[in-house]
């Protein structure tokens, strides 16, 4: 398997969703290989994404590939069907290289008696006081709490099993790189539940060179973290100990790493996250939430003019739409209503008052979280907009491209990777 497709030690997800900034957002990997840091560029797109734009897994590759080639990138790069399941997988198989497994929905949904059975005799090994190494205290299991990890999740990772062999027959082993991923759920997993998941990743021969889980606290769409940071911290490690120990133990890629999903704006675990790659010398994936978008927006309203225009008018229907376009978000973004400032209001805005509410800049006075997430749920009043907006990314594309390498670099490549 040496020539596998590998997975370089920090990538970042660069979501992008109307295909018009992979110049911009490959320039700020440009910027960080500049200061001797190398973070490779996948740049993402779900299958809901893809229909609420109305666009297609190849226009993602093509973006891709004429930015790389404009700015000759010569490091790697991949493009992830983001999130995809056995239903959605097929039209990302010609232009993939990464393919998110998402079996979220799969876990809980209680696995057979047999497989469960089968699972715990095969695991002894996780049965006990298990020392791992950069974890603290020893975990303590019996085999029914094993047992009961194994029913939560056992039928979920059967599931990746079945969709990571679908796509495998398509496209042959060693040809893309697998993450699983399990974020889109309530319960955040623990350490412990980590450890089990491995283990029937493993058994299930998925080579999962990264796994996503859900952390503990609240990851909203474009801002912050809400949380406990040092519990973040505190299992943040753990899940590196974890992956460490379990790759050493079971068959899985030695370049195993976390997968942060909505990881961008979460600016307050991005100093626990840098010392804890410090201190252990592994890799990590981050995965923007498409907040690339809320940087066009801010460029439209820099752009003055018609730009700014476009940017209040975009927030306008995304008020009069609130509903419908924060339903599917509803468990990702917490909106507090009654600070929406009226369209009225914003209608009289400058540009530099607009851009000061929307932009992730915390020690702003004017930021406004809930301006912000509205309009990170609202892209798909831009893409009713269609070529109307595109031709106004395009006429502002200087101060758009400007914020997206600036947002991109500045805000979350400095501080996750170079400090
Ligand atoms: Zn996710």
Redesign the pocket.
């Known amino acids: 398997m040496t020539s596998s497709l590998s997975l370089e030690k920090y990538s970042f997800g660069v979501g992008d969703r109307f295909a018009h900034q992979a110049k911009p957002q490959l320039r700020a990997c440009m910027l960080a290989a500049a200061q001797g840091v190398d973070v490779i560029p996948v740049w993402n797109k779900s299958h809901r994404e893809h229909a609420i734009v109305g666009s297609t897994p190849p226009g993602v590759r093509a973006a891709a590939e004429a930015a790389v080639r404009d700015l000759d990138w010569t490091r790697p790069f991949h493009i992830d069907a983001?999130?995809i399941r056995l239903d959605t997988v097929d039209p990302f198989i010609e232009t993939s290289d990464f393919y998110?497994l998402?079996v979220a929905d799969a876990i809980g949904q209680p696995a057979e008696r047999e497989a469960l059975q089968a699972f715990v005799g095969r695991h002894s090994e996780l049965v006990g006081s298990l020392e791992i190494p950069g974890i603290a205290e020893p975990f303590t299991t019996t085999c029914s709490d094993i047992e009961k990890i194994a029913a939560k999740y056992l039928n979920a990772v059967q599931e990746a099993g079945v969709l990571y062999r679908h796509i495998e027959s398509a496209k042959g082993a060693g040809k893309f790189i697998t993450e699983v991923?399990m974020?889109?759920t309530d319960q955040p997993q623990t350490p412990a539940e980590l450890l089990v998941i491995l283990a029937a990743i493993a058994d299930e021969k998925i080579p999962a060179q990264t796994i996503?889980p859900k952390f503990t606290g609240r990851f909203n769409k474009g801002v912050d973290y809400v949380g406990d940071v040092e519990q973040f911290e505190k299992e943040f490690n753990e899940d590196l100990a974890v992956i460490a120990h379990a790759v050493n133990e079971y068959e899985l890629p030695k370049n195993l790493k976390l997968s942060v999903?909505?990881g961008s704006d979460k600016f307050s675990i991005y100093a626990p996250i840098r010392r804890a790659l410090a201190r252990t010398g592994a890799g990590i994936h981050v995965?923007t939430a498409g907040t690339n978008w809320l940087e066009e927006v801010i460029g439209l309203a820099e752009g003055q003019g018609d730009g700014l225009k476009m940017a209040k008018e975009i927030y306008g229907k995304a008020l009069a739409d609130i509903e419908a376009l924060c339903a599917p978000y509803a468990t990702v973004i917490d909106i507090d209503y009654d600070r929406l400032p009226a369209i009225a209001e914003v209608g009289n805005w400058s540009a530099e008052q607009f851009v000061a509410a929307l932009r992730h800049d915390q020690a702003c006075k004017q930021y406004n979280p809930n301006l912000r997430q509205l309009l990170h749920v609202g892209y798909k009043v831009a893409a009713k907009m269609g070529d109307r907006y595109l031709e106004m990314l395009n006429a502002c594309e200087p101060s758009v491209a400007r914020n997206v390498t600036e947002n991109l670099y500045e805000r979350h490549l400095k501080p996750l990777f170079i400090g």
């Open positions: 983001d999130h998110t998402d991923s974020d889109e996503a999903h909505s995965k």
